[in-house]
């Protein structure tokens, strides 16, 4: 007869789908983090060959690389944390109610569609900058 009429925990159900999320956030992650380290190879293969105004733009862009690989090794961090906090927290409790650990969820949420808000931004305009510079 299967699980037909049996009620599953709903805690579970919801941490496991956080729990892919945050596999999901981890696997994208490491792919930004070897983008970031082509698109440092790139800055380092054209600053020979620019001139002294292209040069500050090319500093600007290395500025902004150092910052967003900040930013995801702080993601990665805080993806790692709450996802060992949701596998503690799983064998705690089967409250439906919205815990720290959801509010918490949400807002990594938040953070990592930012992150790759500005990525693709920065993704963009220095594809632009390099394509006219090589």
């Not at 919205?98 to 790759?116: N, Q, R, T």
Request: hydrophobic letters at 35%.
């Amino acid at each position: 007869m299967g699980n037909f009429g049996k009620t599953i925990p709903m805690h579970h159900t919801e941490s496991s789908s956080k729990q892919s999320e945050h596999f999901e956030w981890l696997n994208a992650i490491e792919f930004y983090q070897s983008y970031l380290d082509i698109m440092e190879q790139r800055l380092c293969n054209i600053s020979q060959n620019i001139g002294e105004v292209e040069k500050q733009k090319l500093a600007a862009y290395r500025d902004m690389l150092e910052y967003l690989k900040e930013r995801v090794h702080e993601l990665q961090i805080q993806v790692n944390s709450h996802l060992t906090e949701l596998e503690e927290g799983e064998e705690d409790d089967n409250r439906l109610e919205m815990s720290s650990p959801s509010v918490h969820h949400f807002g990594l949420k938040e953070k990592f569609d930012l992150f790759e808000e500005m990525l693709n931004g920065f993704r963009s305009e220095f594809n632009s900058f390099y394509v006219s510079n090589i």
